[in-house]
T-cell receptor
C-alpha cells in the first residue's frame, strides 16, 4: 500500500491564483481530512469527510473547498490564494474514529 | 473547547537516557489519544494509539499511558537514541462533530515537544 499520497510536494502561487492540492489513499478509508500546520498554531482542521459525497467544515474552512466523489480521493481547492494561506498542508485518513489516523507527506505552499 | 497541552516544549538529553513526554487535555470525552512523531520537513508518523478504555500501549522502546479521568497521557521512551530526535505530538480524538449523520472525531493536537538526543 502507498498509504496517503499528496501532490504537489511544493508550490508557489501568486495572490489571487487558484489551485488544487491532491490527496489520495489506497486503504479504503472512509474518513479523510485536511489540516494546515503553521508555526505557533499547531495543526488545524480545514475540512473533513466521513465518506464519498459527505464533507463538512473544520476549524478554518474559509478560502478552501473540498469534494469527495470517490472513497480514494479528497482534493482541496484554494479558490483565490492569499498570503495568509502560506502553510504546510497535510491530508489524513482513517478507517473510523477508533483506528489510527494516517498522514500524507504534506504540501508546502507559498503564496506571494 | 478541547485544549491539548504538551510539556516540555523542548527537551535535550544524552543518548541512553530514559525520558517522559507529557500531554494533558481539558475534556475527557474522547474516543482515543494518539502519539505522533514528526521529523523536520516531513509528515506525521503514528507511534501509538490508546483507546479511551485502555490504560497503556507499548511498541518497542515506547510506552504510552492514558489517564482519561485526569486528562493526562505520557509517552515514555526507553534508552533514547539520536535517531529518536524529532518533534513528538499528541492528539486526542474527542467525541463530536457530525456530518451526514455520522459522528466524526476531530483530532485536536498539542503544540508538540521537540526532542534532541545527543550522542
Amino acid at each position: 500500500n502507498a498509504g496517503v499520497t499528496q501532490t504537489p510536494k511544493f508550490q508557489v502561487l501568486k495572490t489571487g491564483q487558484s489551485m488544487t492540492l491532491q490527496c489520495a489513499q489506497d486503504m479504503n478509508h472512509e474518513y479523510m481530512s485536511w489540516y494546515r500546520q503553521d508555526p505557533g498554531m499547531g495543526l488545524r482542521l480545514i475540512h473533513y469527510s466521513v465518506g464519498a459525497g459527505i464533507t463538512d467544515q473544520g476549524e478554518v474552512p474559509n478560502g478552501y473547498n473540498v469534494s469527495r466523489s470517490t472513497t480514494e480521493d479528497f482534493p482541496l481547492r484554494l479558490l483565490s490564494a492569499a498570503p495568509s494561506q502560506t502553510s504546510v498542508y497535510f491530508c489524513a485518513s482513517s478507517e473510523d474514529n477508533f483506528k489510527t489516523q494516517y498522514f500524507g507527506p504534506g504540501t508546502r505552499l507559498l503564496v506571494l | 473547547k478541547q485544549e491539548v497541552t504538551q510539556i516540555p516544549a523542548a527537551l535535550s538529553v544524552p543518548e541512553g537516557e530514559n525520558l517522559v513526554l507529557n500531554c494533558s487535555f481539558t475534556d475527557s470525552a474522547i474516543y482515543n489519544l494518539q502519539w505522533f512523531r514528526q521529523d523536520p520537513g516531513k509528515g506525521l508518523t503514528s507511534l501509538l494509539l490508546i483507546q479511551s478504555s485502555q490504560r497503556e500501549q507499548t511498541s518497542g522502546r515506547l510506552n504510552a499511558s492514558l489517564d482519561k479521568s485526569s486528562g493526562r497521557s505520557t509517552l515514555y521512551i526507553a534508552a533514547s537514541q539520536p535517531g529518536d530526535s524529532a518533534t513528538y505530538l499528541c492528539a486526542v480524538r474527542p467525541e463530536g462533530l457530525y456530518a451526514g449523520g455520522t459522528s466524526y472525531g476531530k483530532l485536536t493536537f498539542g503544540q508538540g515537544t521537540i526532542l534532541t538526543v545527543h550522542p
